[in-house]
């Protein structure tokens, strides 16, 4: 009876095969799946620097609209509590997009190359769901070819056949240890990466309660901007006659400013658009949640995984190891004149 070392250890190398294909795939599965909902989080920093630098601007400009539009006394009075609220909110904002902006030029380079990745992972997928079936099919058929010599008796047949065994094992299982390894070395690489992207999504996430906020503040300036800008329009374009100290035509906007006794004159072209702006401007606005936890999100940004080349290193153990694989061919029991088939179909070292 032959000592079955190498053939035992080529049985272990190989059951690793399938599991650790298996594995690869079922990551780079996992990888794709969630590669949509990252990919999306990651654009959430350059979302809100945009939101934010819009919400900035509007802010200034309904300030300056209320600069305007309160030398009308009562629009004024009405005004004062709106526009100490934007004062503050528009501190809160500016330092705030800034942060975003920074978070976001991190960000926009990972998100962009993020998404060009799907084809790489469907290809690794499918090199990995190789490996796996091939390995899996052909660890099945050597392990019904090696019960089947041990339970040969005694003789030539099966010295024959055990030699023939492990004389394939000593040439098959250096690849296979190679693939196991370069997919495990894939394996490994795509747990770290996905770990850290989930770090990444997490430290973001919140931003999308600051998205969701700005669009209530702005939804809620904006029926005020244009009822603003229409009367800011009025003061400056419409015109009255003033009879001191000589008729002339004279605009609402200067007189409100230095002709006091003619203000109830001035208000009759605009009072139903002042009436309408005393009740818009009774608001309160919205709250944006989280604004001030952009101000201390640190996120890493991990470099990809040169994922091409993880796979093609793969691929290369794979297409050398099933060439290997193809040269097996034993059968148990043993066809008549088996006793020479090593001359027959020799494994080459």
Known sequence: MANMTPTNSFIQTLTKTPQEAGELSGNFSRLKNSNDEIVTVLGYPQTVSNDLNKLYDTLKLTSDLLSVVDVIPEVGEAAEGLQSSIKVLMEEVEPAKNAASKIAAKTTPLHNN??????????????????????????????????????????????????????????????????????????????????????IKDALNPLSEIMSGIKSVLSVLKPIISLLSELKNDLMSIKIPIPIPYPHMVSLYDIFKTLGDFISLAMKPIQSLVNEILKALHITLPSIPGLDQLLHININIPSIPNFDSLIDVVEKYYNELKAVLALFNLNCPPNKGQKDFITQTSIKA
């Open 114 to 199: 993020l998404k060009k990745l799907d084809p790489i992972f469907d290809k690794a997928i499918l090199v990995a769901n190789q490996v796996q079936a091939k390995s899996s099919s052909f660890l099945t058929t050597f392990n019904q070819i090696v019960g089947c010599v041990n339970s040969l008796p005694d003789g030539q047949p099966k010295t024959t056949s055990e030699n023939y065994l492990n004389q394939f094992s000593v040439k098959a299982e250096p690849g296979d240890s190679y693939l196991n390894q370069a997919m495990t070395a894939a394996n490994n690489a795509i747990n770290g990466f996905y770990n850290e992207l989930n770090a």
